[in-house]
């Protein structure tokens, strides 16, 4: 997969849009690939509700994440955001619905095994091992991974967060939240995964942080399709391709992300946001 | 106007080397006067050799503990009874694999054939074997049956180890056949005799076998720990299981692991034991579980070097408090455990250190 990441970028680089001639196109498509038809899903929820203790959280949620898309989830603080994330790794396990990821079904999976399809998951905490140190992190990350693969994962790594270099030997629990988020994205990037989980990734950090944070998802989603949780709207509506809302566990409404930005009622509404 | 900036010449002690330095000096030199004053050099080197070998029959037991309790937060009381068992069973088949089989009491035992008659070397190693095998097994039934269950329940795991605990005490006299409390070798094992460095001075070569096996035993959990891949999928574990998983590792598969290499250090450790006090006796695992606790909280908990220096502070002091105080004998390491936690509440090296 990663020889194909690489000739990608190096079709982008020199102007082609990287859709043809590479065998990982099913795997990594660049951003203009996301008005590809609908038999394309790559992770598809129907009627999932989860339980937490007594608690109904998520009460019906069905949605599709698109194969080389940026799909965003929106909607209040307690909607239901990071739960369904957590239900699709098998944290939070689904109580009814179903869960299918490249024509698998995987509700009843655990998440180790769901990992291992080539799911990896960034939590809102950034789930780092504070213990051991950055590259430790990252080689934790690297399963199944040979030495060869994973020096070049490690360049795609400093090559999108070039400030990585500068504490890769630094105990990942004395790292800032921006420092620790780029870590946490990175070992996302570590194995051979095909679709991305990211809880709030501009939570907690200096707006001069989620700008860089923002720009590497730019830079990354053209290699990996990514389901992005998250309150910014500026940065949900510069990354996503896609939108699904979220309100009391249900999702309220979905569509192009264009759509939403032109719904200043929607917004307003679910997000409080007045888009001007 | 420019001020000159002077620095105090004490401003060196700031520097920890220093500090070191300075703490292993004094230490020799009250060591030097203590041998001067209250005790002979030959007497000296005697219980600093047998404090050795103490402290790496202790370490053997604690890294055990160190990586089930300290680790895995797992509270098990059947540690002791593992440590015994192993002992037992080395002692058992080494008795059974060193004695010819026309010597054998009973020579219609379906076991009968395995009186081999060997060296003391080879039914020595077999018998290692057996021991070790013996904590294995132990372990994988113990983790399977029991402890899989009650991983993040502490109370039910003190409950139900203690019940183990009596189970292999109880089991045990069945299956070796005791009569009495104790269990000795009915030949010399394997290393025997010594050497003199000096006319007063007798070393055992057992004493070294047991203080080398307990260096080496350190050295390998320590590189397992912390230079391989799978160490890393442990300590992360420890860590953030969610995490873990997340990334794609069953940690119950590591957690087993690392229980049943708990269960054959605690077995190696009863070897040890067993081989220094040529003999054994039913309550040795539970004497030394107590201190093994004691030592992996000295170490602070999660750190299996600090479990590795609690042990040699432990073993190395004993043989002199028994010497000068008998009576604080028993008692010592629980005031030496009062006075580590009043200084430092996570233990020496605590806080989830490896």
Redesign the interface.
């Known amino acids: 997969m990663w020889d194909d990441v690489i000739d990608n970028k190096k079709d982008i680089a020199n102007g082609n849009n990287g859709t043809g001639g590479t065998s990982g196109q099913e795997q990594i498509l660049p951003r203009s690939s996301f008005l590809v038809p609908q038999s394309s899903s790559l992770l598809v929820l129907e009627n999932v509700q989860t339980y937490i203790g007594q608690f109904h959280i998520l009460q019906g949620v069905s949605l599709t994440v698109r194969q080389g898309a940026v799909t965003v989830l929106l909607g209040r603080n307690g909607a239901g955001k990071t739960t369904t994330l957590k239900t699709i790794m098998g944290l939070t396990p689904a109580k009814v619905g179903t869960i299918t990821y490249s024509g698998a079904t995987i509700s009843a999976e655990t998440t180790f095994q769901i990992a291992r399809r080539g799911i990896g998951y960034v939590p809102e905490d950034r789930g780092i091992f504070r213990e051991m140190t950055v590259s430790e992190n990252l080689l934790l990350a690297a399963r199944d991974v040979k030495n060869q693969e994973y020096q070049r994962r490690i360049e795609f790594c400093l090559d999108l967060f070039p400030d990585m270099k500068r504490f890769m030997q630094q105990k990942a629990g004395s790292l800032s939240g921006g420092q620790q988020q780029m870590v946490a994205i990175s070992r996302g990037l570590m194995t051979n995964n095909k679709l991305l989980l990211i809880d709030e990734p501009s939570k907690g950090l200096a707006p001069i942080v989620v700008k860089a944070v923002m720009d590497a998802l730019e830079k990354l989603k053209e290699y990996i399709t990514i389901l992005l949780v998250e309150q910014n709207f500026t940065m949900a509506s510069t990354v996503g391709d896609y939108f699904y809302l979220i309100d009391d566990g249900h999702n309220v409404a979905d569509g192009p992300m264009s759509q939403l930005i032109s719904d200043k009622d929607l917004t307003r509404q679910y997000l409080g946001v007045g888009v001007a | 106007m420019k001020v000159a900036q002077t620095q105090s010449p004490l401003f060196i002690l700031r520097d920890r080397r220093v500090l070191t330095l300075l703490a292993l000096l004094v230490g020799l030199v009250l060591i030097l006067i203590y041998i001067n004053t209250a005790i002979k050099f030959p007497v000296f080197v005697k219980f600093f050799i047998n404090g050795l070998v103490e402290s790496s029959v202790l370490f053997l037991m604690a890294s055990g503990l160190s990586l089930i309790f300290g680790l895995m937060d797992v509270v098990n009381f059947a540690h002791g009874a593992v440590f015994t068992w192993g002992g037992f069973a080395f002692m058992w088949s080494f008795n059974l694999f060193s004695t010819p089989f026309a010597q054998a009491k009973d020579q219609t035992s379906p076991i009968a054939w395995l009186q081999l008659g060997l060296d003391p070397l080879s039914a020595t190693a077999l018998a290692l074997l057996f021991g070790l095998a013996a904590g294995g097994v132990l372990g994988i039934a113990i983790e399977l049956l029991a402890i899989r269950r009650l991983y993040g329940r502490p109370v039910f795991q003190i409950l139900l180890t203690l019940g183990l605990v009596l189970i292999l005490d109880e089991s045990l006299k069945i299956v070796f056949n005791l009569s009495a409390p104790t269990y000795s070798f009915a030949n010399q094992p394997w290393p025997s005799g010594g050497f003199r460095p000096s006319p007063d001075i007798l070393v055992n070569w057992k004493s070294v076998v047991i203080i080398v096996a307990g260096l080496l035993i350190f050295l390998a959990v320590f590189w397992l720990l912390n230079r391989t891949?799978v160490g890393?999928?442990i300590?992360?574990g420890v860590?953030?299981t969610?995490?873990?998983?997340?990334?794609?590792?069953?940690?119950k598969n590591y957690f087993f692991g690392v229980f049943v290499l708990g269960s054959v250090l605690a077995a190696l450790g009863g070897i040890a034991f067993t081989i220094n006090s040529t003999g054994g006796s039913e309550g040795m695992g539970q004497l030394s579980l107590l201190t093994a606790f004691v030592v992996v909280v000295i170490g602070g908990l999660g750190s299996f070097s600090g479990a590795a220096i609690g042990a040699l502070l432990v073993g190395l002091i004993t043989p002199y408090i028994g010497y000068h105080f008998p009576a604080l004998a028993d008692s010592y390491v629980m005031l030496l455990l009062v006075l580590v936690l009043l200084v430092r509440p996570q233990g020496l090296f605590g806080g989830?250190?490896i």
């Open positions: 891949k890393l999928v300590r992360g860590e953030d969610q995490m873990v998983q997340a990334l794609g590792y069953n940690v989830k250190k």
